[in-house]
């Protein structure tokens, strides 16, 4: 079967296998999160040669949330390079949640990595800016450059976010105090609550992952993202740290970086090849995607893509697989 097929087969399959799937909640701490319709299920790959293949609501929008930390990284780096970024925020998974205060207390108030809040907004803080708009400018510009469309943001999730975000706004001031924090503590994390409160879609996430998988090229609009010698320290943050304290777990199912985000999105990327995109509101305990993880998981087990096997080997071997991996993947819902 040729490759576009082989891949479509395997998405549809995701989807239709898994859109049945129930457990896990909305994220209910961001107010209007927890009114999305949870049926919403879609699923995107897109190629590094810009072939796109879409199931279910692929072109549904979602709140991007903590998948944007991926993007601010990528721009923090390219501004300041990577060993600046590496000792300013750190690049260690912290094996603890996303907004964990502890993690913090742990290792001196140094966030540890880019893709916790803590070290969202450091990164945040570390894109040289005039002021807050100028800042939030260049971060919308960033994510807009991965997806290859004009980025927008949702007043509604932003509105709802930026009135609730008390938590937020104390790691802030803490990193502040500890001087992990390299501009004012307000502006940081007003920019940091509206670069997690833009719409994307499953096509949109795959997209941009895609463009991680393609050097930092977008494969749909051929511009330059982020510069290519970044890309292997971002992919290996977001195995480290993309699924939070499920990060190893994910690796050792999947084998691929990721990132998800409580909005319900998750990508996969399959650096040189593809990127595959999941979205759906229920999520676990630790804030991943119940029915994204499923399908990515399912995707990336049939078509062989783990990234600690050899490439291209035993395509189409692997349906056999599907439920173990489905029951281990399926033990961390709670
Ligand atoms: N905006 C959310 C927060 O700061 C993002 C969290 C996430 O997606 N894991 O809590």
Redesign the pocket.
């Known amino acids: 079967m040729a490759d576009h097929d082989r891949i479509a087969s395997a998405v549809a399959a995701a989807w239709s296998q898994n859109r049945d799937v129930t457990g896990g909640a909305n994220a209910d701490?961001?107010p209007a999160l927890a009114t999305v319709d949870p049926d919403l299920f879609g699923i995107s790959v897109v190629t590094v040669t810009g072939d796109t293949i879409n199931a279910g609501d692929a072109n549904t929008e979602f709140a991007i949330?903590?998948?944007s930390k991926v993007f601010t990284m990528a721009r923090a780096m390219d501004e300041i390079g990577s060993d600046a970024f590496h000792s300013q925020v750190g690049t260690d998974p912290t094996g603890l949640p996303?907004?964990s205060v502890m993690a913090l207390a742990l290792h001196g108030d140094k966030p540890m990595s880019a893709l916790v809040?803590a070290g969202a907004m450091s990164s945040v803080s570390l894109i040289p800016a005039d002021s807050t708009e100028d800042r939030w400018a260049k971060i919308l510009a960033v994510q807009s450059a991965f997806a290859g469309r004009t980025i927008a943001l949702s007043e509604t999730i932003n509105q709802s976010?930026q009135t609730t975000?008390a938590h937020?706004r104390g790691i802030a001031w803490l990193l502040k105090a500890a001087g992990y924090l390299y501009d004012d503590p307000v502006g940081v994390c007003d920019v940091?609550?509206r670069q997690?409160s833009t719409l994307i879609t499953t096509a949109d996430l795959a997209t941009m992952g895609a463009t991680l998988a393609n050097d930092g090229v977008n494969p749909l609009t051929g511009a330059r993202a982020v510069h290519g010698e970044n890309v292997p320290h971002i992919l290996a943050e977001m195995t480290m740290e993309g699924l939070?304290e499920a990060s190893g777990d994910w690796a050792y199912t999947v084998g691929l970086p990721g990132k998800?985000?409580?909005?319900g999105g998750l990508m996969a990327v399959v650096p040189g090849r593809l990127a595959i995109a999941a979205f759906s509101p229920p999520l676990d305990s630790h804030?991943n995607s119940v029915r994204a993880q499923l399908a990515i998981t399912q995707i990336a087990a049939t078509l062989g893509l783990s990234l600690y096997r050899k490439p291209h080997e035993a395509d189409g071997q692997n349906a056999g697989r599907e439920s173990s991996i489905r029951l281990a993947t399926a033990g961390r819902q709670k």
């Open positions: 701490y961001i949330e903590s998948i996303f907004n809040n976010e975000n937020n940091y609550t997690c939070y998800s985000g409580v909005g804030g």
